[in-house]
């Protein structure tokens, strides 16, 4: 073969690679943050994925997410269309020990989990970003903490709640979490005299973004109580209660409370220690 009959082929061979280099959308891909500047730990964190990611690609397997200790974080996340939103869920432990870095994760090829765009090419190979957090959550809105659901089914503000142990509360805003205590959320209960006697129930909160979560354990055997904005003490860091006004009698379910009647007592109700339990 001539020496121009090598060049012609060694030139042919490396068009056509370049050609199938070029058609290949998913070396193109390269997910990066939409900024770059620290993040409050209830900031909404954007990503650009550079795709358009098939429905399924989203997975607690393609996305990891940590601190930068290497522990993994509860987080939510959605896709709006080439962009992938994350937000931490804090709660009371989480902001005793909040991380200073977040740690992203996204599974490229060769792994199973791979993310792959809605025309089958897969993102080429494993990506991790970095985002320093800072040690604060954002400010309020400027509107008002809205209640958005009371146990999943809307905001019923008034009437009656039937609950089987448990009443969630979600609220559209970023409540202070110092006020997110039992003491702030007493219900009341019709004594025999009338009157109306404070009960206090267990609670537990999380902060995901600008929506907060609130779960109240409620006790199933003191029968009917009642739930009302006027003795709710939550408030935003503007100081502003949760909107609308709320008043609503929470009922046990029959089953729930015949289970706690039945529940066999404890070893403080027994008159015994802990040791003598053991």
């Given at each position: 073969?001539?020496?121009?009959?090598?060049?012609?082929?060694?030139?042919?061979?490396?068009?056509?690679f370049t050609l199938?280099?070029?058609?290949?959308?998913?070396?193109?891909?390269?997910?990066?943050?939409?900024?770059?500047?620290?993040?409050?730990?209830?900031?909404?964190?954007?990503?650009?994925?550079?795709?358009?990611?098939?429905?399924?690609?989203?997975?607690?397997?393609?996305?990891?997410?940590?601190?930068?200790?290497?522990?993994?974080?509860?987080?939510?996340?959605?896709?709006?269309?080439?962009?992938?939103?994350?937000?931490?869920?804090?709660?009371?432990?989480?902001?005793?020990?909040?991380?200073?870095?977040?740690?992203?994760?996204?599974?490229?090829?060769?792994?199973?989990?791979?993310?792959?765009?809605?025309?089958?090419?897969?993102?080429?190979r494993s990506v991790?970003?970095?985002?320093?957090?800072?040690?604060?959550?954002?400010?309020?809105?400027?509107?008002?903490?809205?209640?958005?659901?009371?146990?999943?089914t809307g905001p019923?503000?008034?009437?009656?709640?039937?609950?089987?142990?448990?009443?969630?509360?979600?609220?559209?805003?970023?409540?202070?979490?110092?006020?997110?205590?039992?003491?702030?959320?007493?219900?009341?209960?019709?004594?025999?005299?009338?009157?109306?006697?404070?009960?206090?129930?267990?609670?537990?909160?999380?902060?995901?973004?600008?929506?907060?979560?609130?779960?109240?354990?409620?006790?199933?055997?003191?029968?009917?109580?009642?739930?009302?904005?006027?003795?709710?003490?939550?408030?935003?860091?503007?100081?502003?209660?949760?909107?609308?006004?709320?008043?609503?009698?929470?009922?046990?379910?029959?089953?729930?409370?015949?289970?706690?009647?039945?529940?066999?007592?404890?070893?403080?109700?027994?008159?015994?220690?802990?040791?003598?339990?053991?």
């Amino acid at each position: 073969m001539s020496s121009r009959c090598r060049v012609r082929s060694a030139w042919s061979v490396t068009l056509c690679f370049t050609l199938l280099v070029g058609c290949d959308p998913s070396l193109e891909y390269a997910p990066r943050w939409t900024e770059s500047r620290p993040a409050a730990l209830d900031a909404v964190l954007s990503i650009d994925l550079g795709m358009v990611p098939a429905d399924e690609a989203l997975t607690q397997r393609s996305l990891i997410v940590s601190c930068g200790r290497g522990d993994a974080l509860p987080y939510e996340a959605r896709l709006d269309g080439s962009r992938l939103e994350l937000r931490l869920v804090l709660d009371e432990a989480g902001l005793a020990s909040p991380p200073d870095e977040v740690v992203v994760r996204l599974q490229g090829a060769p792994s199973v989990h791979a993310w792959r765009d809605r025309r089958g090419a897969l993102l080429p190979r494993s990506v991790t970003l970095h985002r320093k957090i800072e040690d604060e959550l954002a400010p309020p809105g400027s509107d008002a903490p809205q209640l958005t659901s009371i146990t999943g089914t809307g905001p019923a503000t008034h009437g009656e709640l039937h609950h089987a142990g448990t009443v969630d509360l979600v609220f559209a805003g970023r409540l202070e979490v110092e006020s997110l205590v039992a003491a702030n959320c007493p219900l009341l209960e019709t004594g025999a005299g009338g009157g109306l006697a404070p009960v206090e129930p267990e609670l537990t909160w999380k902060r995901i973004g600008e929506r907060t979560e609130v779960r109240l354990t409620v006790p199933v055997d003191r029968g009917p109580l009642v739930l009302r904005s006027r003795s709710l003490g939550f408030v935003d860091r503007m100081g502003r209660a949760p909107e609308p006004a709320l008043h609503v009698t929470l009922i046990p379910d029959a089953e729930a409370a015949t289970t706690s009647e039945n529940d066999p007592p404890t070893g403080a109700e027994l008159g015994l220690s802990g040791a003598d339990e053991g």
